[in-house]
């Protein structure tokens, strides 16, 4: 009876294997290192090392308790015995024939097995509670982890949903840009769809004005008839004019005079506005003048005619 009240006694003051320590130091089993704390570490595998051995060796002190006490009943019972016997020899002698060993075996045999139960039962209680503090212990560092994971996987999503809302303002933008692009690439063809159309008008022009000009020369009465100074026009029509007339009042002789004057006029005309010695290749848009030569033409802004703004300038090719 003193060795189970030992037994209990030490079974309700057992500290449950060290998990009370575990669970303080530990803060409810979560430590504060991240995923290093999820699992037990080398501390505290020590820890429980050290105390299984503490109490491994309470059952062999206990072990050893038991079989003193189990000596010392048996001396007992022998020095019982002899002093039977010295009253009672004859008695004692046939009791102890017959009775005394399977008495003694019995106990001991009794004793033994009841002492192996309650070993067996203390293992089995301190087995499940250990069992109970493990698994509360892994559903708090499970809980932990999932917590972890979750906030780092919504931190995760928050920057995909900015990357994705940056690339489709970026894709907008670009969709902006493509379409200015071929806005401006509509404009640009309608600009040089333009210049073609005008380039061969100028062409026809050129054209007629050589058919009509003697000589290989060109008059000033196609350009201005394509020109948009209405009073240069209206010039060099009187000019025109004032030649045909002289030509039919005067003789041949005159005539002869008046086709060189005439010739020398356009020769005149023809002339570059700019320097007055070269002649004029250069048509300038959009009065559609002949008014420049090559070297001239890019130290002109306007044209020397009409004083229009230049804005771009073809080079006529005259055979």
């Given at each position: 009876?003193?060795?189970?009240?030992?037994?209990?006694?030490?079974?309700?003051?057992?500290?449950?294997?060290?998990?009370?320590?575990?669970?303080?130091?530990n803060?409810?089993?979560?430590?504060?290192?991240?995923?290093?704390?999820?699992?037990?570490?080398?501390?505290q595998?020590?820890?429980?090392?050290?105390?299984?051995?503490?109490?491994?060796?309470?059952?062999?002190?206990?072990?050893?308790q038991?079989?003193?006490?189990?000596?010392?009943?048996?001396?007992?019972?022998?020095?019982?015995?002899?002093?039977?016997?010295?009253?009672?020899?004859?008695?004692?002698?046939?009791?102890?024939?017959s009775?005394?060993?399977?008495?003694?075996s019995?106990?001991?045999?009794?004793?033994?097995?009841?002492?192996?139960?309650?070993?067996?039962?203390?293992?089995?209680l301190?087995?499940?509670?250990?069992?109970?503090?493990?698994?509360?212990q892994?559903?708090?560092?499970?809980?932990?982890?999932?917590?972890?994971?979750?906030?780092?996987?919504?931190?995760?999503?928050?920057?995909?949903?900015?990357?994705?809302?940056?690339?489709?303002?970026?894709?907008?933008?670009?969709?902006?840009?493509?379409?200015?692009?071929?806005?401006?690439?509509?404009?640009?063809?309608?600009?040089?769809?333009?210049?073609?159309?005008?380039?061969?008008?100028?062409?026809?022009?050129?054209?007629?004005?050589?058919?009509?000009?003697?000589?290989?020369?060109?008059?000033?009465?196609?350009?201005?008839?394509?020109?948009?100074c209405?009073?240069?026009?209206e010039?060099?029509?009187?000019?025109?004019?004032?030649?045909?007339?002289?030509?039919?009042?005067?003789?041949?002789?005159?005539?002869?005079?008046?086709?060189?004057?005439?010739?020398?006029?356009l020769?005149?005309?023809?002339?570059?506005?700019?320097?007055?010695?070269?002649?004029?290749?250069?048509?300038?848009?959009?009065?559609?003048?002949?008014?420049?030569?090559?070297?001239?033409?890019?130290?002109?802004?306007?044209?020397?005619?009409?004083t229009?703004?230049?804005?771009?300038?073809?080079?006529?090719?005259?055979?």
């Amino acid at each position: 009876m003193a060795i189970q009240a030992q037994l209990y006694s030490e079974n309700h003051g057992f500290p449950m294997f060290g998990s009370q320590d575990l669970i303080m130091d530990n803060g409810c089993g979560v430590g504060l290192g991240g995923f290093n704390h999820f699992s037990f570490d080398l501390q505290q595998k020590q820890q429980l090392q050290l105390q299984q051995q503490q109490q491994l060796q309470r059952l062999q002190q206990m072990q050893n308790q038991q079989q003193r006490n189990q000596q010392n009943l048996f001396l007992d019972n022998g020095s019982f015995i002899a002093s039977t016997m010295k009253n009672n020899p004859i008695t004692t002698t046939n009791n102890n024939n017959s009775h005394l060993p399977m008495l003694h075996s019995q106990s001991i045999t009794s004793q033994f097995e009841k002492q192996r139960q309650e070993i067996d039962q203390y293992l089995r209680l301190q087995n499940e509670r250990l069992r109970l503090v493990l698994q509360e212990q892994r559903k708090q560092q499970l809980a932990v982890v999932l917590k972890r994971i979750e906030s780092k996987t919504l931190f995760l999503l928050r920057q995909k949903d900015e990357e994705i809302a940056q690339a489709a303002n970026r894709t907008m933008e670009l969709e902006d840009f493509l379409r200015r692009l071929e806005a401006e690439n509509q404009a640009w063809q309608r600009v040089a769809q333009e210049n073609e159309a005008m380039v061969v008008s100028l062409n026809n022009a050129l054209e007629q004005v050589k058919e009509r000009t003697p000589f290989g020369f060109f008059n000033n009465e196609a350009e201005d008839a394509e020109s948009c100074c209405d009073v240069n026009m209206e010039k060099d029509e009187e000019l025109i004019q004032e030649v045909v007339q002289e030509e039919t009042e005067e003789n041949r002789g005159v005539l002869e005079v008046c086709e060189l004057e005439k010739q020398r006029k356009l020769m005149m005309m023809m002339v570059c506005k700019g320097c007055n010695s070269r002649s004029s290749c250069m048509l300038f848009l959009p009065c559609r003048h002949l008014c420049s030569c090559e070297t001239c033409e890019p130290l002109l802004d306007c044209c020397p005619v009409c004083t229009k703004a230049k804005k771009a300038s073809i080079e006529a090719l005259i055979f």
